[in-house]
């Protein structure tokens, strides 16, 4: 999958994108589940090319610049996955 690679596609940002437009708990869960592989990726020390938005891509190096992109992109499916880490 792109996003154990630390890649987010535009198709892999998509449904990231659904997932938080839905706003259903099962889809927030879904899309708090690709977050998570993506911050595994960037434990693992993979380099990351993330889509936006706004069509461009980012390719964080730190922990703030990969939270930045994730609370301005999918701030529910984010904070699932806080929320979640917390509980381990």
């Not at 990726?41 to 993330?50: I, N, P």
């Not at 461009?56 to 610049?65: D, S």
Request: aromatic share 12%; with cysteine; hydrophobic share 40%.
């Amino acid at each position: 999958m792109e996003y154990d690679s630390g890649e987010v596609s535009e198709t892999g940002f998509a449904a990231i994108d659904d997932a938080e437009g839905y706003a259903a708990a099962s889809s927030i869960g879904a899309g708090s589940v690709c977050i998570a592989m993506i911050w595994a990726a960037f434990r693992d020390g993979k380099s990351l090319q993330l889509y936006s938005g706004d069509m461009t891509v980012v390719h964080p190096i730190t922990e703030q610049e990969l939270a930045s992109w994730c609370e301005s992109n999918f701030p529910m499916c984010y904070g699932e996955y806080l929320r979640r880490a917390k509980l381990k």
